[in-house]
């Protein structure tokens, strides 16, 4: 049965490879035009729903016997491109080699929506039924924000995908750490609120630099108090959770940070991201002609928030590190964060498979800087309780991280193996 699990996934892996569903232009049709026949099979009931015919999302039940919560299993189609000279097998290959499946999508996240169709199929076969719904949803347009997928779905056939518990990606990759073996499990994601900020000055020949007031110069100061300033710490659930669980003491949040990075400077960097509001500048640009000193300069700022928290607190955030004065900011992204309870009995099924799989496993809830669909679901059904969360124990958080988006993604056809299995246990623990 474990055998044939993950031969099932790594064919079914190897498939959806095979459909180039790079986005832009997505072009995931055909791709779920072959799952939703896979799924069909097996039992379950398909539908396709798009706001385009080329990019329809999938949904597809397996009909509850009466009354039980609702879980849905959820993944996207769409990936992010790929350079073939840069790969060691062709990214649309899903060749098979040295106990990996090769292909852009191979984590992120066709490996995924492979284990959750499988075990959602094997369930299925086997004549199981759950109590309440269980749901396969593969929706198209993740990788450009999601408005043709998780969102439209959410907002224009709500009724087709509501649901009371939801597994999607965001983590689970093993993370060593200090002779421990952590599995994460993503409950929240944090905002993004970018801006622009100005300063200002007088125009003026630069062949005579004290004539005018050059505004590029006053980014400089502006430049070294994001170097070294740190604003203060904004702490939500899954950071404090994750902080207890390992051992460490939330209330000293800067003293647990240099702990953990003396085991492992890596972990280290995720988890101080999450204490707070960040702010890093990506982008400057000044006077248009070399020749003209500028009378304004700019920078653009990638700022994140942890979930909850708005304009106001990181407009708040920005003036601790930089003042009141000297600069004018103007948002131009306002995505608030959103995020699930670390305790629920999904949490509680997951530990419970972890200790049966992994006994020196130690699952740990943990938040997102950036975001998934699972915003959208959040944000359409308040109740629901969503997680990312795809269990790898043979390729770490390390070893998988640096090949998402990139070349030579791959994934280790053993954990492929697991998340099915994990996929199949956890619907039952919820669904029985
Ligand atoms: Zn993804």
Same mark, same amino acid.
Not at 73 to 89: I, K, Q
Not at 166 to 187: F, K, M, Q, T, W
């Given at each position: 049965?474990?055998?044939?699990?993950?031969?099932?996934?790594?064919?079914?892996?190897?498939?959806?490879?095979?459909?180039?569903?790079?986005?832009?232009?997505?072009?995931?049709?055909?791709?779920?035009?072959?799952?939703?026949?896979?799924?069909?099979?097996?039992?379950?009931?398909?539908?396709?729903?798009?706001?385009?015919?080329?990019?329809?999302?999938?949904?597809?039940?397996?009909?509850?016997?009466?009354?039980?919560?609702?879980?849905?299993?959820?993944?996207?189609?769409?990936?992010?491109?790929?350079?073939?000279?840069?790969?060691?097998?062709?990214?649309?290959?899903? &060749?098979?080699? #040295?106990?990996?499946?090769?292909?852009?999508? $191979?984590?992120?996240?066709?490996?995924?929506? *492979? @284990?959750? =169709? !499988?075990?959602?199929?094997?369930?299925?076969?086997?004549?199981?039924?759950?109590?309440?719904?269980?749901?396969?949803?593969?929706?198209?347009?993740?990788?450009?924000?999601?408005?043709?997928?998780?969102?439209?779905?959410?907002?224009?056939?709500?009724?087709?995908?509501?649901?009371?518990?939801?597994?999607?990606?965001?983590?689970?990759?093993?993370?060593?750490?200090?002779?421990?073996?952590?599995?994460?499990?993503?409950?929240?994601?944090?905002?993004?609120?970018?801006?622009?900020?100005?300063?200002?000055?007088?125009?003026?020949?630069?062949?005579?630099?004290?004539?005018?007031?050059?505004?590029?110069?006053?980014?400089?100061?502006?430049?070294?108090?994001?170097?070294?300033?740190?604003?203060?710490? &904004?702490?939500? #659930?899954?950071?404090?959770?994750?902080?207890? $669980?390992?051992?460490?003491?939330?209330?000293? *949040? @800067?003293? =647990? !940070?240099?702990?953990?990075?003396?085991?492992?400077?890596?972990?280290?960097?995720?988890?101080?991201?999450?204490?707070?509001?960040?702010?890093?500048?990506?982008?400057?640009?000044?006077?248009?002609?070399?020749?003209?000193?500028?009378?304004?300069?700019?920078?653009?700022?990638?700022?994140?928030?942890?979930?909850?928290?708005?304009?106001?607190?990181?407009?708040?955030?920005?003036?601790?590190?930089?003042?009141?004065?000297?600069?004018?900011?103007?948002?131009?992204?306002?995505?608030?964060?959103?995020?699930?309870?670390?305790?629920?009995?999904?949490?509680?099924?997951?530990?419970?498979?972890?200790?049966?799989?992994?006994?020196?496993?130690?699952?740990?809830?943990?938040?997102?800087?950036?975001?998934? &669909?699972?915003?959208?679901?959040?944000?359409?059904?308040?109740?629901?309780?969503?997680?990312?969360?795809?269990?790898?124990?043979?390729?770490?958080?390390?070893?998988?991280?640096?090949?998402?988006?990139?070349?030579?993604?791959?994934?280790?056809?053993?954990?492929?193996?697991?998340?099915?299995?994990?996929?199949?246990?956890?619907?039952?623990?919820?669904?029985?």
């Amino acid at each position: 049965m474990v055998d044939d699990l993950q031969a099932e996934a790594t064919r079914v892996l190897q498939r959806l490879v095979r459909f180039d569903t790079v986005n832009p232009p997505g072009d995931e049709r055909s791709a779920q035009e072959w799952l939703a026949g896979y799924l069909e099979r097996a039992g379950l009931a398909v539908s396709l729903l798009g706001a385009e015919p080329e990019r329809p999302n999938l949904v597809a039940r397996l009909k509850g016997t009466g009354d039980g919560p609702t879980l849905c299993l959820l993944s996207h189609m769409d990936t992010v491109l790929a350079t073939p000279s840069e790969w060691t097998h062709d990214p649309w290959s899903g &060749d098979e080699a #040295d106990g990996f499946v090769w292909g852009r999508g $191979a984590l992120d996240m066709k490996s995924q929506t *492979a @284990a959750e =169709a !499988v075990a959602a199929a094997s369930l299925a076969r086997s004549g199981w039924r759950p109590r309440g719904d269980l749901l396969v949803v593969c929706v198209v347009d993740e990788e450009t924000g999601g408005r043709l997928g998780a969102q439209w779905i959410t907002q224009n056939h709500p009724d087709e995908v509501r649901c009371d518990y939801l597994l999607n990606e965001g983590a689970g990759e093993v993370i060593p750490y200090d002779g421990r073996r952590l599995y994460g499990v993503s409950c929240a994601e944090k905002g993004v609120f970018r801006f622009a900020l100005r300063t200002h000055g007088v125009a003026g020949h630069a062949s005579m630099p004290r004539m005018g007031d050059n505004a590029l110069l006053k980014l400089g100061p502006i430049l070294d108090r994001f170097r070294t300033g740190q604003p203060g710490v &904004d702490l939500t #659930d899954p950071p404090l959770a994750f902080l207890r $669980a390992i051992g460490e003491d939330p209330e000293d *949040a @800067a003293g =647990a !940070v240099a702990r953990i990075a003396e085991h492992e400077p890596r972990l280290a960097a995720f988890v101080e991201a999450n204490l707070r509001v960040t702010f890093t500048p990506t982008m400057a640009s000044a006077s248009a002609k070399i020749n003209v000193i500028p009378s304004v300069a700019e920078l653009r700022v990638d700022c994140r928030t942890p979930p909850g928290l708005g304009e106001d607190d990181a407009r708040r955030r920005l003036v601790e590190i930089l003042g009141e004065d000297g600069y004018e900011v103007e948002f131009v992204e306002h995505t608030v964060g959103n995020g699930s309870p670390v305790e629920s009995p999904l949490m509680m099924a997951i530990e419970e498979w972890v200790g049966q799989e992994d006994p020196d496993g130690l699952v740990v809830p943990t938040m997102l800087p950036a975001f998934t &669909d699972s915003r959208h679901f959040r944000a359409a059904f308040p109740d629901l309780v969503a997680y990312g969360f795809f269990p790898q124990s043979h390729q770490s958080l390390f070893d998988a991280f640096p090949l998402v988006h990139s070349a030579d993604e791959r994934i280790d056809v053993r954990d492929l193996g697991l998340a099915t299995r994990f996929f199949a246990d956890v619907s039952r623990r919820m669904l029985d």
